[in-house]
């Protein structure tokens, strides 16, 4: 009889401590769910570091790509499922910020998520097509100002990374221009390419190549910071825009009450992974910049994204963008 109080005190005792149920995990493989389909940038970067954590864990890591509805259907998944560790959900800009406005959603995008870490971050970069006369960005906005009437800027989407900072970058330079919206950032790459349109806003990764072999022509990264990816380009503070910052940024999230312990052995394997060479080597060839390591902590991604929120929101309802 005491050996089994014993044992039920030790089960309401282990019930009532999350950082009991820690000591033992992981115990079996974790599931990261990417929300878009195999092959796309997020599946990738959620495959180079899958080998690195299960080192890391000392279990499988496996990758499950949960798609559709712009990835609300992963993100809900996740927001559902218990709070012990082993489903995951890797996001970004678009999942955890943009769909919080655009969608009609069952929870809320920053507080119903416990965070882990900020993996990367992509920066966009201000690009036109060869024959836009201006050589350098301050020549661009006056060129665009001059011609308001004529130019064309395409995004890769609405709602989508290039249309918001389309929208963020003509609000600072007092603009309107007519959208030309393609079905993603290649179709929209290529019309530039084509001269169908004069300018756009895309991913630093986007258009690197073509940057470089002079099919196009890029004014100004916009971020705070020049990237590895393409030193030689100024950052829209030295160009003449300064304030104009715009990436998409990665991050890792567990459902939300998963105990503090699980996130913390969840974040050290993703920091360890960020440190790994490969890992690095791997992210800047996709112009991927990590963050620096005060800022891979979950508390620093919380306030990012709230961040983001706060600054993004109110534009797209200015815009009154909403999925159809």
């Not at 965070?115 to 970069?125: G, H, K, R």
């Not at 258009?207 to 590895?228: F, I, T």
């Amino acid at each position: 009889m005491k050996t089994l109080r014993a044992v039920c005190a030790l089960v309401v005792a282990l019930g009532a401590d999350p950082g009991a149920m820690a000591q033992g995990y992981p115990s079996r493989p974790i599931t990261v769910v990417v929300p878009f389909s195999a092959g796309g940038p997020t599946d990738t970067l959620a495959r180079i570091m899958s080998e690195p954590m299960r080192r890391a864990l000392g279990q499988t890591v496996v990758i499950d790509n949960t798609t559709g509805a712009g990835g609300t259907i992963a993100t809900t998944r996740v927001v559902r499922a218990a709070p012990d560790g082993y489903l995951l959900v890797i996001g970004h800009w678009g999942t955890h910020v943009v769909n919080g406005a655009y969608y009609t959603l069952p929870f809320d995008v920053l507080n119903d998520f416990a965070p882990l870490a900020m993996i990367a971050s992509n920066p966009q970069m201000v690009i036109s097509k060869p024959a836009v006369p201006a050589k350098n960005l301050k020549e661009l906005i006056a060129w665009i100002k001059a011609n308001q009437d004529k130019v064309l800027i395409g995004t890769g989407g609405v709602g989508g990374a290039s249309h918001m900072a389309g929208i963020d970058f003509l609000n600072r330079i007092g603009v309107k221009l007519q959208f030309v919206p393609y079905r993603g950032a290649a179709p929209a790459l290529q019309a530039l390419l084509a001269g169908e349109i004069d300018i756009y806003v895309t991913q630093i990764s986007s258009a690197v190549g073509q940057v470089r072999s002079g099919k196009l022509r890029a004014y100004a990264v916009a971020a705070k910071n020049r990237q590895e990816a393409m030193p030689e380009l100024p950052t829209v503070d030295e160009a003449g825009l300064p304030g104009f910052y715009t990436a998409v940024w990665h991050g890792i999230w567990a459902p939300k009450a998963t105990p503090r312990d699980i996130v913390m052995k969840l974040n050290a394997a993703i920091v360890e992974t960020l440190a790994d060479p490969m890992v690095r080597q791997r992210f800047a060839d996709l112009g991927q910049e990590i963050p620096p390591r005060e800022q891979q902590t979950p508390e620093a991604l919380y306030a990012y994204q709230k961040a983001e929120i706060e600054k993004w929101w109110p534009l797209i309802r200015a815009a009154g963008l909403k999925a159809e």
